[in-house]
């Protein structure tokens, strides 16, 4: 399968502060990756989907001002928090999608970001 | 739109042991993917099997296996011969045709020695 490459994999930050994610496929090109949240003990909401070259598609009830995601390569996407307050604090996956071959339609995911804002 | 059900919060097994997961969806795509994932305690999801909708055979990867009822819209996942590293949280999931994943709540699996 894909390697995902996630960075950082913990951040500890201060309330009012942006904090940048990265996402990079390390041996694939990656048109397309999504962006999860997961609350402890909870399972995974899909915050977006990132489309290289193009605006991400967000779901109902995220903030597209509050997490500002861009795909400008077709190795790397980010996600960048911004104005971070506590209640963002949560985990972060990232994952990149193959559309083709006998791994079609299989995520794989990164290792995850765990974000505590103060 | 899909949804994932999973009605078991915790389930427990002895080493050596066979367990069964189970997991339903509801979806209004013609052309969808069912997944098992797997989440151990580093949080890191890791793909356990796939099963694409249009075939009828169940899929197996090793010592797990599915058991795909399409008309009853089952995705059950069979671990046989549990081992300790099988212990993690599970999570059944379904894509559609652009790849969007909806998963369930997740099951804990505890293997005990």
């Known amino acids: 399968g894909a390697v995902v490459s996630q960075h950082p994999s913990r951040v500890i930050c201060k309330s009012g502060t942006s904090v940048k994610i990265e996402c990079r496929s390390l041996d694939f090109q990656a048109t397309t990756m999504f962006w999860y949240r997961q609350f402890p003990k909870k399972s995974l909401m899909l915050m977006a989907t990132?489309?290289?070259?193009?605006?991400?598609?967000?779901e109902q009830g995220v903030e597209k001002d509050k997490f500002l995601i861009n795909h400008a390569s077709l190795t790397l996407s980010t996600l960048t928090v911004t104005s971070a307050h506590p209640e963002d604090s949560s985990f972060y996956i990232c994952?990149?999608?193959?559309?083709?071959?006998?791994?079609?339609?299989?995520?794989?995911f990164g290792a995850g970001t765990r974000l505590s804002v103060l | 739109a899909q949804t994932v059900t999973q009605s078991q919060p915790e389930m427990s097994v002895q080493e050596a042991e066979t367990v069964t997961l189970s997991c339903t969806y509801d979806?209004?795509?013609?052309?969808?993917?069912l997944f098992w994932y797997k989440q151990p305690p580093s949080r890191q999801m890791i793909l356990v099997i796939r099963?694409?909708?249009?075939?009828?055979q169940n899929a197996t990867e090793n010592r797990f296996s599915v058991n795909f009822q399409k008309a009853a819209k089952s995705f059950s996942l069979k671990i046989s011969d549990s081992q300790l590293g099988d212990a993690a949280m599970y999570f059944c999931?379904?894509?559609?045709?652009?790849?969007?994943?909806?998963f369930g709540k997740g099951t804990k699996l505890s293997v005990k020695p």
């Open positions: 990132s489309n290289e070259g193009s605006k991400a598609t967000y």
């Open positions: 979806t209004s795509e013609s052309d969808y993917y």
């Open positions: 994952s990149v999608i193959s559309y083709v071959g006998t791994a079609k339609n299989i995520q794989y």
């Open positions: 999931a379904c894509g559609g045709s652009q790849g969007n994943l909806i």
């Open positions: 099963q694409e909708a249009y075939k009828q």
